[in-house]
């Protein structure tokens, strides 16, 4: 394992708190600690450290996103990982967060939001974010920690 020269902020948005019990034949019976321990275990093989974050409120994702910037109490992040769930087709207020860190992003939704709702097919965060994974399940934030490692990289 390297030793870690990076960090990533992974982001969760509301009711991710719920996965494992929310509509499984949406997101499957895995937990939002499942989610966290395939950061985590992707970000060491890489040597990157992982912060992870959920609220069900927008101004904590918005914090969150602000405080890769890093402060005296806080170190900042590399590179970050969010899956804003059903903010993503509702919050200008983190889409305009994300566009202003200057880091590098990937937007995570596990299932197929193309395929679901009309409504869940725009997305607020798509626009601002260098990578958008959908429709992988919890495979796609290994992608998404990947893919960050490899952008951090060059």
Do not use: K, W
């Amino acid at each position: 394992m390297p030793a870690e020269t990076g960090r990533l902020l992974i982001i969760n948005g509301p009711n991710l708190n719920l996965l494992g019990t929310r509509e499984p034949e949406v997101y499957g019976t895995a937990t939002l600690a499942d989610v966290e321990e395939i950061c985590r275990t992707a970000a060491s093989a890489h040597g990157l450290a992982v912060e992870v974050v959920q609220s069900n409120h927008e101004g904590e994702l918005v914090d969150a996103v602000q405080s890769v910037r890093g402060s005296a109490e806080r170190p900042g992040a590399d590179g970050i990982v969010i899956n804003p769930a059903a903010y993503t087709h509702t919050s200008v207020a983190l889409r305009d967060a994300l566009g202003a860190v200057a880091r590098p992003a990937v937007e995570v939704h596990i299932s197929n939001v193309h395929a679901r709702e009309e409504f869940r097919r725009h997305s607020y965060i798509s626009p601002v974010v260098d990578a958008v994974i959908a429709g992988a399940g919890l495979t796609g934030y290994r992608l998404a920690v990947d893919l960050l490692a490899e952008r951090l990289q060059d």
